[in-house]
């Protein structure tokens, strides 16, 4: 667009009826107009690690001959059995056998019909193998129906294997079967599904093991000669076990702990242990439960307090430093006593240095156990130390990386009694990515708990880590949970941050009229309250909205006043950002000059304030105004410095516009090679997160691509 057009002059266009294919809507086109077909994605590659099996070939012999046998339509097999059997086991350790004949990917999903927390929605588990399968999130439906019939389109032609583990039922399952003649389906379940067995699925029954089997993997935990001298011993153990593989591998995990021990003690323990449950359960859930109570019997107190306080964590893994403040003790005695629960095979640690429950089972051990034996004060005093934790470390990560935010509320929980803390901005950010999952959960939480003071300070927590690294479908979900939690408590201040946090998600994700609707909701409150500077503030997203809606005449009205309210409250930092915003809704009109003007403007205000972030935001849009104006040696230099300061901040959202702006400077000046490595490295950074940034470099990449 040419330099200060009149963007009224621009002819308003529609189009009725239906479209089939691309569409462009201009006014003037200059040059040819390409369609391109995206860019392939890595094929998906999910399959948990292929665990090592003890006398399955039987089964895995039977898995083979259907597939043998199956042909020409999609197969589809039910791997059912009790409880602790084996059957994730098996099916994982097939999958990895067969995984080579199918090049268009491999999706797995835990359908937790048994973990204690609820099944997993069949229309959520579509979202994500959608998106695994490389279609962008604009495109996907929110509607059950909708998801199932794109999933089938998408895989009509594929040959994926997808694993679907511990589905409740056959309703949670047929969404989710591909459509392909060459596709391979694996569920495994407790329940024999009939639903599916009507419908042509071919099932495996997974058995307990013989004796032999049994025994063989004991010795593979114990040694030959240990099991061999007391052999009379292991042959009683087994039986006690029913020869169920997770619970012998629980009870070798507790004599392997204890070498000394003589397995007679074992037998002896477990017989009595038997005694009390047998008229209550069925046998193989005697046998399990049974073997799970006896290396819970065996720890010490606080071991076992500590496992059971670990099953009110929300998230699936946890720190020793998240531990230490659900059980109100040091970090030191936390990570010995995790150690010990580790040794006894209910944990697993991973290889970030963190644990999780060795298997949905035991976790739902844990959890019964915590209700049976802990009131219910006890419990939610040990949440409200975890959510207290969770809140004072978002709020030191917060404040490493927005120093300049000063007096937020982060008091609905007492303070943590160890507090964890960080070196720097790298250091913050990678503690948040690492915890996302965690946090989110914990916004959950306390808003379920009716701690709806904890749940909205925890989302408003979470905003850097948003702002640095992305995740806008997640940020929605936050973002919603944080403003119904502000509202419960009658909060409006709150109420009022919740919706300019949520208006700009969606406005991200390119929801424009949902974020107009927050804003001035917003707005209102902000008036009511007689916030001037925050009144401003929505006005600035409002014409932030304004400008990716196209309408840039209202956008920069908006943003001028914007930026002369600010300057006269003698808010430096805002005044600056509202600069930035002008910036790039010039540069947007093709006004690099005017630009230019603004954004040196605003880095002089910066450099008042301790904002290495805007300071790099700054860099970047410099860096595409002198690209556009011919200026390449200081674009080069504007963006390579930015890209190098997201870097330490460690923000990928920062270093993919750096990169995006990198790759346009070469493609401007002939290096198509170096532009299609910077537009792939930009996409990698901002991840497949729907927003219109990755919207708009894949757009980049897949246009540029088919010219190379």
Known sequence: MKANRNLSEIVHNDVTGVVHGPLVQARDVFGGVHFHTPASLPAPSQLPPRPRLVDREAALA????????????????????????????????????????????????????????????PRDVLGDFLHSLGVPTDLIPGDLAQRAALYRT??????????????????????????????????????????????????????????????????????????EQQREAASELVELCMRLPLALSVAAARLAARPSWPLREMVIALTEQQRTLAALTIEDDVALRS??????????????????????????????????????????????????????????????????????????????????????????????????WYLATAARAENRLRPYRTRLPRDAEPPPSEVTDFGGPEDAIEWLESERANLSAAVTLAHERGREATAWQLADSMWALFLFMGHHLERVKVEETGLAAA??????????????????????????????????????????????????????RLGLVAARRGDFDVAISRLVDVTAAYHTLGVDRKTALALIDLAGVLLAQGRATDAVIHLERARQLLRRVDDSYNRARVGIFLGHAQASSGNFGEADQELHAALDAMSKLGSSVGQAAALEGLGDLAERTGRRDDARRMYEAALDMVGQDGSIGYIRIKARLDGFARYA
């Open 487 to 540: 509202r419960s408590c009658g909060d409006l201040h709150a109420e009022g941050k919740m919706l300019n946090r949520l208006g700009l998600s969606l406005d991200a994700l390119g929801r424009h009229d949902e974020a107009v609707t927050r804003f001035e909701e917003a707005l209102e409150i902000w008036r009511r309250l007689g916030e001037k500077e925050r009144e401003i503030g929505s006005l600035r």
């Open 154 to 227: 998408v895989t009509q032609d594929q040959r994926v294997l997808v694993l679907l583990d511990d589905a409740m039922t056959a309703a949670q399952v047929r969404p989710l079967l591909p459509a392909s003649p060459a596709s391979t389906t694996v569920v495994t379940s407790r329940y024999r599904l009939a639903g599916l067995l009507l419908q042509g699925v071919r099932g495996v029954y997974v058995d307990r093991f013989d004796a032999e089997s049994s025994l063989a993997l004991l010795r593979d935990a114990l040694g030959s000669d240990r099991l």
């Open 62 to 121: 039977q898995l083979n001959v259907l597939r043998e046998e199956v042909k020409d339509v999609p197969l589809t097999v039910l791997v059912t059995g009790p409880a602790g059997v084996g059957k994730s086991a098996l099916s994982v350790a097939w999958a990895h056998m067969i995984r080579s004949d199918f090049a268009d990917g491999q999706l797995y999903a835990d359908l937790r019909g048994h973990s204690g927390t609820g099944p997993a929605s």
């Open 291 to 388: 073997a799970l109570d006896l290396s819970y019997r065996v720890l010490r107190s606080d071991a076992a307090r500590l496992y059971r306080f670990l099953s009110l964590i929300p998230g699936d893994m946890f720190g020793d430093d998240a531990a230490a403040a659900l059980a109100d003790i040091s970090r030191m005695e936390s990570r010995r006593l995790l150690g010990e629960l580790t040794d006894a095979n209910l944990l697993t640690d991973t290889a970030d240095g963190r644990y999780r429950f060795h298997h949905a089972l035991v976790r739902l051990h844990a959890c019964q156990l915590a209700e049976a034996e802990d009131q219910r004060e006890v419990r939610d005093l040990a949440v409200g130390r975890l959510l207290g």
